[in-house]
């Protein structure tokens, strides 16, 4: 079992920069995919990005290709996501989940673990 906990959202301007960071409690923190996901007001949890146990398997959303980028430490049982070029339309709460399925997926349902959210708000 993992708990995630969010952290590094904020306020930033059209076109700036923000990194998320994703601490997972446990000891098998390693053998999960993780995945990034988002939602805003009045829409459903979008897939952002995710990545595999190995760091091998890494998927994108079309909306966030080339101005995202996740990664992970399993030596730190953090994952990160890297956010550039950042616009109005990725204001949203950012949650981090993991997936005992070690390659990860694109459905919220296919997650095990939430962690609470981070408000991104990027202003024009």
């Known amino acids: 079992q993992v708990q995630p906990v969010e952290s590094g959202g904020g306020l930033v301007q059209d076109g700036g920069s923000l990194r998320l960071s994703c601490a997972a409690s446990?000891?098998?923190?390693?053998?999960?995919?993780m995945g990034w996901f988002r939602q805003a007001p009045g829409k459903e949890r979008e897939f952002v990005a995710s990545?595999?146990?190995?760091?091998?398997?890494?998927y994108y959303a079309d909306s966030v290709k080339g101005r995202f980028t996740i990664s992970r430490d399993n030596a730190k049982n953090t994952v990160y996501l890297q956010m550039n070029s950042l616009k109005p339309e990725d204001t949203a709460v950012y949650y981090c989940?993991?997936?005992?399925?070690?390659?990860?997926?694109?459905?919220?349902?296919?997650?095990?673990?939430w962690g609470q959210g981070t408000q991104v708000t990027v202003s024009s």
């Open positions: 989940a993991a997936n005992s399925a070690a390659n990860g997926g694109f459905r919220p349902g296919e997650y095990d673990y």
């Open positions: 990545i595999s146990w190995n760091g091998r398997r890494i």
């Open positions: 446990g000891r098998t923190f390693s053998s999960y995919a």
